[in-house]
């Protein structure tokens, strides 16, 4: 079982709505939380990165909030526009890993539609 | 223009054929890695380097080595392919531990077919 786990899986939303992304993980301890953005067939680019003392983070229009406590992260999308289609990844560095090793979710895949 | 470059973008080859994927970044950063990203999974790391001549397995490292002689390369060589290897893989890189808030870069990735 993956230790960090999306949902939904995909959605599509309309130009201009807004829409929020979950993100449950079972990695403990653990020093950060990131939210990154994938593009079809390219790299995933940062969005925000959170410590376990963060309870919410801005990039623009995204906004990511942490749980540290119920181990939850959402990552709200607000008056999407085209360019937001792209999957959206969850990914959480191991504290007790000398490297911080990445835990990556599986994404969740955003389709925004005129 | 800070990037990390992989080297091809695209790659069809056949089973056995040994083949090297090059990255490269110009950041000077000491931590560099390989992932491979499969429908429906999270991207799982390959192999990790800390530092030159310093390189430490990943989650999934079978059928793959690398080398780091140099501080800003890391090629992941695939000396036997086979079909399960077939795959989308990214080399990213970062200026320290993961365990800071630092950030990490990604290539654009190299989509690798073995048939």
């Known amino acids: 079982k993956n230790q960090v786990e999306q949902s939904p899986q995909s959605l599509i939303i309309l130009e201009g709505k807004n829409c929020t992304l979950q993100?449950?993980?079972?990695?403990?301890?653990?020093?950060?939380l990131r939210w990154y953005k994938q593009d079809t067939g390219r790299g995933p680019v940062s969005l925000t990165i959170m410590t376990f003392s963060e309870n919410t983070k801005s990039n623009g229009r995204y906004t990511a909030t942490l749980d540290a406590d119920t181990k939850q992260s959402s990552l709200h999308i607000t008056a999407s526009q085209l360019s937001d289609s792209a999957s959206y990844i969850c990914v959480v560095s191991h504290l007790t890993d000398s490297w911080g090793k990445l835990q990556f979710g599986a994404g969740t895949q955003v389709v925004v539609t005129p | 223009e800070a990037q990390v470059t992989q080297n091809p973008r695209y790659l069809i080859t056949v089973t056995g054929k040994k083949l090297t994927v090059t990255c490269s970044q110009n950041m000077n950063h000491e931590y560099m890695s390989w992932y491979r990203q499969d429908p429906g999974l999270g991207l799982r790391q390959i192999y990790y380097s800390m530092n030159v001549e310093v390189t430490d397995k990943g989650d999934v490292p079978e059928g793959y080595k690398v080398s780091r002689k140099e501080k800003r390369n890391f090629p992941l060589i695939l000396e036997s392919p086979s079909p399960n290897q077939t795959s989308l893989y990214f080399c990213a890189s970062s200026p320290r531990t993961l365990r800071m808030n630092t950030e990490a870069f990604f290539g654009q990735g190299t989509r690798l077919t073995v048939v």
């Open positions: 993100c449950n993980y079972t990695v403990s301890p653990f020093s950060n």
